[in-house]
């Protein structure tokens, strides 16, 4: 099925919801038939997903489970079903919590007893992104390797492709740019739109929708921002298209992030408004702490460093809240930043320091140049004895991250920042060597405050 007959899905049974709710308060009253209650939310929970309502979801399920518990049906198969239910409701409403991984262990559990792949395949998917969505990439990068051996055979060829992707993503975070390009593109290459309707009820995302939304932050790191910045314009409007609130909100994030990286500002305003208008229409708090994280960082990259560093502070909470740690530490970046501009170099410094702990403790290294890049800008405003030895050592660290992680854009960033501090200590030469062979290794993206930056630089060493 394509996106047509999704859409006369979602048309001729959008319309029974209302039907759905009465017969299952009738269900679960004390009139009712807890049975039927189990069987008919079992049988709901995709449309649910579907219809992008997620609380709804959450508790009609957490009630079916409540009666099974108190023995309403011995049906392991319907639990199954409620479990999986279970676990994507509540990690899109309550973020990667233990409940999660719960409910997707439970789901993985029954499923290896009743010898079911298909749901061993959706329990694993879960629990792959629990531990994405926690950071725990190198767990998360060994699920995708176990979905991957399950599904190589399976009957539906579109299976196998969400493999890729969560290779592709794990490797991303991992900083393995080239081999997560080479699972994501293999994914698009192959993917069919046919394929494209199952995917939703039972992996939570649509598969073109998350996996471009994965390529478009490879594509900038690796030296081609303007392609990044196409692809993910392009996948907004498809994500649009298929009207699946989690899928936008995904693809919103991250071209959210692109934007910020490339110095688009007009972009990124708009797109991160429009992730905020679908997380709290929606109650995805799982995407609002995104959003305002973003919101903090684009004012603080506009000069108002007082309204974003609160709009900061309250997404890093917020994602705190709803144990979202992933891409975490590329916004205490952004708030190291921020307080480093307005004189609050040690709290900056702090700030910085808890992003390189995390990505020290969950090896998500995807944005570790750039960290260690901008603690060495903040111990040259720091001042203190020995901060430039200290800031060069920084620099050719994140040089040295960037160059075997194929990161040509943060390669350019740690020229940059290194020929600068080479150009006032009279290493003209030195710093014009380092800087111009990175700068003519991009093929686009000239109009980029980034690229304009190291130009303007080069010429002045000239």
Known sequence: ?????????????????????????????????????????????????????????????????????????ADTRREMQLHTALGAALFH?????????????????????????????????????????????????????RFCGLSADHADASVPLVGDRMLGTSLFFLGDHSNARRHIERLLSRYSEPMRASHVARFQLDLPVSARATLAPILWLQGFPDQAMRLARDNVEDARSIDHVPSMCHALANIGMVALGVGDLAAAERWVAMLLEFSAKHALGLWQGSGHGYQGWLL??????????????????????????????ALLG????????VGQVTEGLLAIDEALAQSGRTEERWDIAELLRVRGELLLLQGAPGAALAAEDHFLQALDWARRQGALWWELCSATSLARLWRERRRTKQARELLAPVYDRFTEGFATAGLRGAKALIDELS
């Open 1 to 73: 099925m394509g996106k047509r007959s999704r859409a006369d899905l979602l048309e001729a049974y959008g319309r029974s919801i209302d039907e759905i709710r009465t017969a299952l308060d009738w269900a679960f009253s004390t009139r009712g038939d807890a049975c039927l209650g189990v069987a008919l939310t079992a049988s709901a929970a995709p449309l649910w997903m579907e219809l992008s309502l997620m609380e709804e979801c959450r508790i009609r399920v957490e009630c079916a489970l409540s009666s099974l518990r108190l023995g309403a049906s």
């Open 93 to 145: 409403t309550r973020g990667p919590g233990p409940e999660v991984c719960a409910a997707w262990t439970d789901a993985l559990a029954i499923a290896e007893r009743l010898g079911d792949t298909e749901y061993r395949l959706r329990a694993l998917w879960g629990l792959w992104v629990y531990r994405i969505i926690n950071a725990e990439c190198r767990a998360a990068l060994a699920l995708g390797q």
């Open 300 to 329: 603080i990259k506009r000069g108002d460093v007082a309204a974003g560093m609160r709009f900061l502070r309250t997404g890093l909470d917020e994602l705190r809240e709803n144990k979202f740690v992933v891409s975490r530490q």
């Open 334 to 341: 952004a708030l190291a930043e921020g307080l480093a501009s």
